[in-house]
C-alpha cells in the first residue's frame, strides 16, 4: 500500500521518501496514519481492498463540498488500492477543539452550505454511508418521496423488526408533504455530522468525513 501511495504522491510533488509513518488512535471504522513524503504531512485512511468505493465517494463528497465554496474542507490527494488494501490520502490537519469563535465561523459556513444546490431533484449522484449505515441517494422529484423511501426506510424497517412498530405505524410521503409542502434543495450533511469538524492551528473550522445528500 505504502509503495502505490508513494507512487500517487510522486506523480504530484515529484520524487521523494516516506520520512514518517504513524498508526493514529481513535479510528472507528478504517485505520488512520499520519504520512509525511517530501515534507508534506498527509492523513490516510486505509481499510480492505473491497471498501474502495466507500473511499471514493468520500473523495467525491469532499471535491462535491469544495465546489460549493461554503466550507473548508481537506485535500484529497490520492484515492485508491493494491492488492491488499484501499486507502484515501488528505492533507493532515493536526485538531483541536472547537472554541466560541470557531463554533461561530462554523454555524455561518454550515448555513451558506444549506444555501446552495445546483440539482433540481433531491439526492446524489452516488450512494454513501453514513459511518456504516448505508445512505441510498437515488433521485426523487419529491422531497418526502425521497426522505421516505431513502431516508427512513431503513431505519423504519430495523425498528419494525425489533417489535418496536407495527405496520400501520409506517408513514406515507403525504404525511410529510402536508407537513412540508414547500422544501427547498440544497446540500445537507446528513446525520452525525456535527461531530466531523476539527479545528486547524489558527483555529478556522474544517469539515471532514461527509455524510451528503441534496435534500
Given at each position: 500500500m505504502w509503495q502505490a501511495i508513494s507512487r500517487l504522491l510522486s506523480e504530484q510533488l515529484g520524487e521523494g521518501e516516506i520520512e514518517l509513518r504513524n498508526e493514529l488512535p481513535g479510528g472507528e471504522v478504517h485505520a488512520a496514519w499520519h504520512l509525511r513524503y517530501a515534507g508534506h504531512d498527509f492523513f490516510v485512511k486505509c481499510d480492505e481492498r473491497e471498501l474502495l468505493p466507500g473511499f471514493t465517494a468520500e473523495a467525491d463528497q469532499l471535491e462535491l463540498l469544495s465546489r460549493s465554496k461554503t466550507v473548508t474542507v481537506p485535500k484529497v490527494w490520492a484515492v485508491g488500492a493494491d492488492r491488499d488494501y484501499s486507502f484515501l490520502v488528505m492533507d493532515y490537519l493536526p485538531p483541536r477543539p472547537l472554541d466560541a469563535h470557531s463554533a461561530f465561523i462554523l454555524g455561518q459556513q454550515i448555513a451558506r452550505l444549506h444555501q446552495w444546490s445546483d440539482q433540481p431533484q433531491f439526492g446524489l449522484d452516488f450512494d454513501n454511508a453514513l459511518s456504516t449505515t448505508p445512505q441510498p441517494n437515488t433521485w426523487q422529484r419529491r422531497w418526502s418521496t425521497f426522505l421516505l423511501n431513502n431516508g427512513l426506510a431503513g431505519s423504519w424497517n430495523w425498528l419494525q423488526k425489533k417489535g418496536s412498530l407495527s405496520?400501520?405505524?409506517?408513514?406515507?410521503?403525504?404525511?410529510?408533504?402536508?407537513?412540508?409542502?414547500?422544501?427547498?434543495?440544497?446540500?445537507?450533511?446528513?446525520?452525525?455530522?456535527?461531530?466531523?469538524?476539527?479545528?486547524?492551528?489558527?483555529g478556522w473550522p474544517v469539515h471532514f468525513r461527509p455524510g451528503l445528500l441534496l435534500g
Open positions: 405496520a400501520i405505524s409506517t408513514p406515507s410521503s403525504s404525511i410529510f408533504s402536508s407537513v412540508w409542502p414547500h422544501i427547498n434543495r440544497s446540500l445537507l450533511c446528513a446525520r452525525r455530522f456535527m461531530v466531523r469538524q476539527l479545528c486547524t492551528g489558527s
